[in-house]
């Protein structure tokens, strides 16, 4: 996970240097490529990790975990055709939680129970808030192509000053309590450091980019192939290729579909965010449904 880690600020700072010489829609593809490859194949195996979750519980057979994943899609899609401000404020929410457990599951050894989601669910919503805060006029434009409201700039430095607030003495608390998070204090911070630049420098959809597939995806796909292979080698991750494919490949075909039916850029990132967020919603709970089941199993070792 460290190597990774170092992948992850190396590719920073290519994409950041990477900003100087490429501008309007280069950006755009590159930030879409990335997207459409590691970040959506991070998502793919859902479906096989449910049913390794849950071999011996309600979803075991591979219909069953099928048709469980579709329905619950469909109704995230209908929760935002229907209630587009509220389904838009539950993904916030759900996936500030998912990228702050994946960023540090694998970190704590000592704090446990509520203390820890809450602080996942706070650093999460920081980093997202952030860039919000410094996109916010990019921001402001998906939402009204979602959901016909405005969000207005006060609001957006409200939310994440109010986060920031939360978030500081609970770090804190933390670092007393847990000797790793103590540990690795001043890489978490230049880590902020490094998400600040990107955010300020790129475009809101190549920012997000970066940090999706770098700093969430990949690191999640290293997780995902350890805990359906007990192994993280090319055999592994050629297995789980194999078992992606096909989801990845329409997940994929059905995007460029949406792009090439609406060109219009404002309605395809409503549209394109709106799918991710439908997929976010069983992807996060397969995800945290994996750690638990992985730790719970340490644990018993």
């Excluded at 459409?36 to 449910?50: A, K, P, Q, V």
């Excluded at 935002?80 to 704590?108: K, R």
């Amino acid at each position: 996970m460290k190597n990774l880690r170092q992948i992850a600020i190396l590719a920073s700072f290519f994409c950041i240097w990477l900003t100087s010489y490429i501008h309007g829609e280069y950006e755009i593809i590159l930030s879409f490529f990335l997207i459409l490859s590691f970040g959506i194949l991070h998502g793919s195996n859902d479906i096989f990790l449910i049913s390794k979750i849950w071999e011996s519980g309600p979803l075991t057979s591979y219909g069953r975990v099928l048709s469980f994943y579709v329905v619950f899609v469909l109704l995230a899609l209908g929760l935002f055709y229907f209630a587009p401000i509220v389904a838009l404020s539950i993904f916030i929410l759900c996936s500030a939680y998912h990228f702050g457990e994946q960023h540090w599951e694998n970190d704590f050894t000592l704090v446990e129970g509520i203390w820890k989601r809450f602080f996942y669910l706070l650093y999460g919503m920081f980093i997202l808030s952030l860039l919000f805060w410094l996109k916010n006029e990019e921001v402001n434009e998906v939402v009204v192509a979602i959901s016909g409201y405005d969000v207005s700039e006060a609001f957006i430095s409200y939310v994440f000053y109010s986060d920031l607030i939360v978030l500081v003495p609970l770090w804190l608390f933390l670092i007393v309590r847990d000797n790793i998070v103590r540990k690795q204090v001043l890489a978490e911070l230049f880590y902020l450091v490094i998400f600040t630049i990107i955010f300020k420098v790129s475009s809101l959809i190549w920012g997000f980019a970066i940090y999706f597939v770098f700093w969430h995806s990949l690191p999640s796909l290293y997780d995902q192939i350890y805990f359906l292979n007990n192994r993280v080698d090319k055999k592994g991750v050629w297995d789980y290729w194999k078992m992606a494919l096909p989801f990845w490949l329409i997940s994929v075909i059905g995007i460029v579909a949406l792009y090439y039916v609406f060109k219009d850029l404002e309605i395809f990132y409503a549209l394109f965010f709106s799918f991710l967020a439908a997929v976010t919603f069983p992807h996060s709970i397969a995800i945290h449904k994996m750690f638990k089941t992985r730790n719970s199993k340490n644990d018993r070792i």
